[in-house]
């Protein structure tokens, strides 16, 4: 079993920045894929960044240039860095990952709880 909590949601104005964070409850290096994902009022879940073990990220159009994925792997923890936040980035933000169950043989999915962005003047 994988836990994820997620935090760092807040309020920021058009063009501000921001940081969310997504604490793992095993290594990172376990992990076969981390990333985050967000989820407006009356929209799916939609991906914004994935990241593998194998180092490909995969980072959605409207994240290009904008957002960026890091990893610090001595604190189990994982970063989604905004910038040029838009009114259009409000949402609900989940930080995701899949790992590898050698028990079950099965790839198995982790969610946090989320945490809100909202963009605000």
């Known amino acids: 079993q994988v836990q994820l909590v997620d935090s760092g949601g807040d309020s920021v104005q058009p063009g501000g920045s921001l940081t969310l964070s997504c604490a793992a409850s095993?290594?990172?290096?376990?992990?076969?894929?981390v990333g985050w994902y967000r989820q407006a009022p009356g929209e799916q879940r939609r991906m914004v960044v994935t990241?593998?073990?194998?180092?490909?990220?995969n980072l959605a159009n409207f994240a290009k240039g904008r957002f960026a994925i890091s990893e610090d792997n001595a604190k189990n923890m994982f970063y989604l860095q905004m910038n040029g936040l838009q009114f259009e980035d409000s949402a609900d933000y989940y930080c995701?990952?899949?790992?590898?169950?050698?028990?079950?043989?099965?790839?198995?999915?982790?969610w946090g709880q989320g945490t809100r962005v909202t963009v605000s003047s």
């Open positions: 990241t593998t073990r194998a180092g490909d990220t």
């Open positions: 095993v290594s990172l290096l376990s992990l076969h894929l």
């Open positions: 995701y990952a899949r790992w590898w169950d050698s028990g079950s043989r099965s790839w198995n999915d982790y």
